[in-house]
């Protein structure tokens, strides 16, 4: 199973609404991320974790709060949000292996979550 | 700091090939590709890890310079499928996978 899924697949909020992200996988990963992508662009790092703790926030607002509550399951918790907060956002893991060991691994991302906040 | 990839954009007839830079201001660590199509989640490519690696598999391969800090796609007799945006990425040297994406290259296959 090389799945990395995402629910839900659409979510519309209001921007007094608090909602949550959720993302699952079941490859044994002990990396997992989020991104935000915006059209036509690339997608951008918030967060990273590995063997469940926080290592990486790339100076995400606040409004965004990621949890990561066993080794297969990434959630990220949206509160607050404004209009330009709107975005496809993507769960991704991997194998997380350390520099001495060599090798870096490939990133398995989910669907996505498409996200309009109104 | 983001990776720069050129072109933007290219339109090309099947059977016809195409060649897809990545620029760094930083030392590169590794370099990944991925693709992703409208609508989808991008799609592991290749990895190169260190200078002067070339890899491939079917008709698209890569290259690594780092010295030059840049890295080229290469896709040989383009089909239809390989339509898509194409992104670098690149890695961290630390213990965690830092991927971050260069760009972008909007790749349109004709028939």
């Known amino acids: 199973d090389t799945e990395v899924t995402q629910t839900p697949k659409h979510l519309v909020m209001g921007m007094t609404n608090k909602k949550s992200l959720k993302c699952e996988q079941h490859?044994?990963?002990?990396?997992m991320y989020w991104y935000k992508q915006k059209a036509k662009k690339p997608p951008e790092l918030m967060f990273v974790?590995?063997?469940?703790?926080?290592?990486i926030n790339e100076s995400v607002p606040s409004r965004f709060s990621p949890e990561c509550p066993n080794s297969s399951l990434l959630n990220l918790h949206l509160h607050a949000l404004q209009p330009e907060d709107s975005a496809l956002y993507l769960c991704?893991?991997?194998?997380?292996?350390?520099?001495?060991?060599?090798?870096?691994?490939?990133?398995?991302f989910g669907q996505g979550t498409r996200l309009t906040v109104v | 700091q983001q990776p720069v990839q050129s072109p933007q954009a290219v339109i090309l007839r099947e059977g016809e090939d195409a060649v897809i830079n990545c620029s760094s201001s930083k030392a590169l660590y590794s370099v990944h590709w991925y693709r992703q199509k409208h609508g989808e989640a991008p799609v592991f490519l290749m990895i190169l890890l260190k200078g002067g690696e070339q890899k491939g598999h079917d008709k698209i391969s890569a290259s690594f310079n780092e010295k030059k800090q840049q890295s080229s796609l290469y896709l040989t007799a383009s089909q239809l499928s390989y339509s898509g945006t194409y992104f670098c990425g690149t890695g961290s040297s630390g213990a965690t996978n830092k991927l971050i994406f260069g760009t972008g290259t909007l790749l349109a296959v004709q028939p």
């Open positions: 991704a893991s991997s194998q997380l292996r350390l520099v001495r060991t060599k090798g870096e691994t490939e990133a398995f």
């Open positions: 974790y590995s063997y469940e703790k926080l290592s």
């Open positions: 490859m044994g990963h002990r990396a």
